[in-house]
Structure formats: C-alpha cells, structure tokens
C-alpha cells in the first residue's frame, strides 16, 4: 500500500520501485536533437551545447535519456537557428579538442564510422535514426580541469567522478544507410545498403516507409514525452511518401495514418495492456 505525507507527496523506499539514476550500458537510438544554450537544474550555470534524446531500446526502459554536450564557449557565443536544429554563427568554425561534443562526435566516428564528410555540418541531423550501444566513461579533461566552484554551483559533489555516455559500438544504421566492414553491427552484411521497405496500410496510408517514421515509432514505443512526439511527427508528416499523405490532416489522423502504414511492414506489435512494442 502506498501512503502519503501530510501534504500529498507520495515517496517509496520499495527496492522495486527504485530507478537505474544515470542511464549506462544500454542500446538506445538517437530520436532527437536540438541546440540550446543549456542551463543545469537548480543553478544559474548555462553552457552552449547539444542535447540529444536517446531511446533505451535493450534493456527497454520507458525514459528517453536526455543528454547534454557541452560545445564549449559560453552562453551566448554561439547563434542557433530558431527550431533550434543548426548554428547559425559562432567564435570559430571547429571544435576544441577538449569540448564534450568533439569527444562524441570522435566516439560516433570510431563505434559507427560515420564518415567526417557527413560531419562537416552546422546540424546534428546525420545522427538521428542510428542506434548504439552507450556506456558511460570517465571524462578525464572535465576531471583534470574541474573548478571547485563551478562544482558547487552545478550541484557536483566533491570528488565525484564526472563522467560522460558515449557510443562504443554501432548496433543499427538508419535505412539506406552504408556501414563499413570494421563496423558494422552483429549479424548484418558489411558494406551493405539497407532499401526502406515498403507497405500497403490501411486506408491511404500505402507507400514508402521512411526512416522519420522509424524515428516516431522508437518515441512512441520509449514513451517520449509529448513535444518530442510532435516534433517527431511533424518530420514525419512533412517527408512521408504515402500515397495520397499530405501535410493538412489532424495529427491525430496523420500518427494514426503512419502508426497504421508501420503496423502493417511488422514495425511493431501491439501489447495486451495497448501499449506497443518492438518485434520479438
């Protein structure tokens, strides 16, 4: 049975109720992205960066991880567009070796070999839709140049380890997507471009089924959080091949229109309790 305090808040010690605290050690999809100058809870502390949400697809778990890569520089330095999706201008055209963002882009290069072709960009959107499996590592440069009063503004405790999720091996590449020999994922074909598969649906949702749609079901299925189901949807809506699709229908009917068209490819299965769920 659950109690409450005298005033309502609700609170459980039960072992089983307890919660994993910083994600690690998972395989997780990169759904979405943005540009912000961050700012840490509970502090005045803001720091250029990219936040990436990251569905925890094996072991599933019902959180979208959001993580934040610092770029460097402070807050202001650098002009993101107004979706929040590409710099816009900035103190320099590269990254610092010691920016959290350069040690993600050289891990994504090394676990998934994306290419740096696709890297020289001002967005992040070459990663969304590629799944890796994620651990997290210490960060030897924030540990070496830590500040003891930056730690207490952010809430860091002393002597605590910072630390920062990484990809260390690529586990699937978005559809169409070539992936090398070295890299590629288990059980898969080395050098080998995927074609997006294609589905009859329901009513008018016959056609290709594209990777954004890929990207709006990982969010369904990882429980994400209702403005990043949005965004998602609107990508969705706006690059969808179905037959007779088109960008003024209800979002309601266009999620259930493309939800339809991957229900019928096998994309997922529905759960007795109606949530939905990846294949076996």
Do not use: C
């Not at 440069?141 to 380890?161: I, L, M, Y």
């Not at 089924?209 to 994400?224: E, F, K, P």
């Amino acid at each position: 049975m659950t109690t409450k305090s005298k005033n309502g808040f609700v609170f459980s010690f039960a072992p089983s109720d307890a919660t994993e605290g910083l994600a690690d050690n998972f395989d997780g999809t990169v759904i979405e992205y943005r540009f912000e100058d961050y700012q840490y809870p509970n502090t005045n502390v803001r720091t250029p960066a990219v936040v990436l949400s990251i569905s925890q697809d094996n072991p599933p778990a019902a959180e979208v991880v959001e993580q934040i890569y610092g770029i460097g520089g402070q807050a202001g330095d650098w002009e993101f567009s107004d979706d929040q999706k590409s710099i816009i201008s900035g103190p320099k055209a590269q990254l610092n070796k010691s920016s959290n963002v350069y040690k993600l882009t050289a891990a994504l290069h090394n676990a998934g070999s994306i290419p740096e072709d696709k890297m020289r960009s001002p967005d992040f959107g070459w990663l969304v839709g590629y799944s890796f499996h994620w651990d997290r590592k210490e960060n030897a440069t924030a540990n070496q140049f830590r500040n003891a009063d930056a730690d207490e503004a952010q809430g860091v405790n002393k002597g605590r380890v910072r630390t920062i999720l990484l990809p260390t091996r690529l586990v699937k590449a978005p559809t169409g997507t070539t992936v090398s020999k070295r890299n590629a994922p288990a059980k898969a074909s080395p050098a080998v471009t995927t074609p997006a598969a294609a589905s009859n649906g329901t009513g008018s949702a016959s056609g290709e089924i594209t990777d954004d749609m890929r990207n709006l079901l990982q969010a369904v299925i990882a429980g994400a959080e209702k403005p990043i189901q949005t965004r998602l949807l609107r990508t969705a809506i706006s690059t969808s091949k179905i037959d007779g699709f088109h960008t003024k229908l209800k979002f309601s009917v266009a999620k259930a229109e493309i939800m339809a068209a991957l229900k019928e490819e096998g994309a997922y299965v529905e759960n007795e309790d109606g949530t939905v769920g990846l294949p076996e």
